[in-house]
T-cell receptor, first 115, second 113 residues
Framework: NAGVTQTPKFQVLKTGQSMTLQCAQD?????MYWYRQDPGMGLRLIYY???????DKGEVPNGYNVSRLNKREFSLRLESAAPSQTSVYFC??????????????FGPGTRLTVL | QQQVKQSPQSLIVQKGGISIINCAYE??????FPWYQQFPGKGPALLIA?????SEKKEGRFTISFNKSAKQFSLHIMDSQPGDSATYFC????????????FGTGTRLKVLA
């Protein structure tokens, strides 16, 4: 049971390049989230998916797109990377029912640098 | 109205002391208030959480105090240990079925041995 996994762990991009951050969870959770973490700003929600087949914008969606590929996987895409997107990106998942109701489980993060 | 304001930004405490981190919110639609602990290079992990119908929740050395009328909640770490040195985030969850979380800006705690 790996929990929430993210790939890659580190990435350096040049301005204008595109890439997809991958996230997968093996806990059969319904909801999944993408956050970015910047110094002094906490975690800010980029996009979330309340259930398979649905996605919604969070606080800072501009410059990003997401795909909820299936119940396990939720990817984040940067179509044209900008230096302002340099950040640490965290994926999280959450179940709606059961003993651990309400708790979000976070992945280990992806450190992205855009030059 | 969606913000969660967290203070202090950083905190240094002697071993055995009490660490106190405060958060305040405006949106009365928040229905769940978790605290997360994050060690360097790791993702945040749930530490303790409280619902607004409870004024206090204690788990081991960690206690959340919740003041609904003041829209404030705080984390108290009793008998602080060097292993508690981490960044702590408060958060609030929005109802209406979307289950979005709004995070505070974080407090970097250092416990001196």
């Amino acid at each position: 049971n790996a929990g929430v996994t993210q790939t890659p762990k580190f990435q350096v991009l040049k301005t204008g390049q595109s890439m997809t951050l991958q996230c997968a969870q093996d806990m059969n959770h319904n909801s999944m989230y993408w956050y970015r973490q910047d110094p002094g700003m906490g975690l800010r929600l980029i996009y979330y998916s309340a259930s398979e087949g649905t996605t919604d914008k969070g606080e800072v969606p501009n410059g990003y797109n997401v795909s909820r590929l299936n119940k396990r996987e939720f990817s984040l895409r940067l179509e044209s990377a900008a230096p302002s997107q340099t950040s640490v990106y965290f994926c999280a998942s959450r179940d709606r029912v059961g003993r651990i109701y309400n708790e979000q489980f976070f992945g280990p993060g992806t450190r992205l640098t855009v030059l | 109205q969606q913000q969660v304001k967290q203070s202090p930004q950083s905190l240094i405490v002697q071993k055995g002391g009490i660490s106190i981190i405060n958060c305040a919110y405006e949106n009365t639609a928040f229905d769940y208030f978790p605290w997360y602990q994050q060690f360097p290079g790791k993702g945040p992990a749930l530490l303790i959480a409280i619902r607004p119908d409870v004024s206090e929740k204690k788990e081991g050395r960690f206690t959340i105090s919740f003041n609904k009328s003041a829209k404030q909640f705080s984390l108290h770490i009793m008998d602080s240990q060097p292993g508690d040195s981490a960044t702590y985030f408060c958060a609030a969850r929005i109802t209406s079925g979307t289950y979005k979380y709004i995070f505070g800006t974080g407090t970097r705690l250092k416990v001196l041995a």
